[in-house]
């Protein structure tokens, strides 16, 4: 019986974090990954649902969001229901999304560093149970590794290109797409 993709998930961040040579706050058992989850709605009513991106980690309100890898910022949006949200395009064309930040620390337009902060991770959306950084990967359409139709069309597992947590020190490769962990490991 093949693993359900939260395991998948878990052991891709495990593997990161023994790469990084120590724990990270990101294995926790409260991992959600891309593509259809089974999700509990209280009662015991239990439903699958989408879902176009990743949920790391147990975090506390206030802990840095950081760049996954360099780009330009091409949206600043706040939302009641799930906060703040940035997005930044990279050289690749790939877009990632980070969701459920309290406040922006950069502006559309500006240039980031990969590990620049964006923000702080905010208390949305008020239903979870666990305190969330929501990544998305969104694709370069012109590259063709774009899903054209489907519920997921337009979007990619951000963890399979992730590389490891981020080190100041080493230097990461544009082509492909590398991602570093955008929350501190």
């Given amino acids: 019986m093949p693993r359900p993709a939260a395991f998948a998930l878990l052991a891709t961040v495990t593997s990161i974090a023994a790469a990084c040579g120590h724990q990270s706050k990101v294995l926790s058992p409260y991992a959600s990954p891309y593509g259809v989850r089974r999700t509990d709605q209280g009662f015991a009513i239990v439903r699958d649902e989408l879902h176009r991106g990743v949920d790391l980690g147990r975090l506390s309100p206030g802990e840095p969001v950081r760049a996954a890898a360099p780009g330009v910022v091409v949206r600043v949006e706040e939302s009641r229901l799930s906060g703040v949200r940035v997005d930044v395009r990279h050289a690749s064309g ?70 490891g947590c981020h080190d100041p020190a080493r230097t990461y490769p544009d082509e492909p797409l590398a991602l570093t962990m955008p929350i501190d490991c």
């Fill in 94 to 163: 790939h877009v990632t999304g980070y969701v459920h930040l309290a406040w922006s620390a950069v502006a559309r337009g500006d240039v980031v560093a990969r590990g620049e902060m964006l923000g702080e991770i905010g208390l949305f959306p008020a239903s979870a149970q666990v305190i969330h950084l929501h990544l998305e990967l969104h694709c370069a359409r012109a590259r063709g590794d774009c899903p054209d139709d489907g519920p997921l069309a337009g979007t990619l597992d951000p963890m399979r290109f992730m590389v």
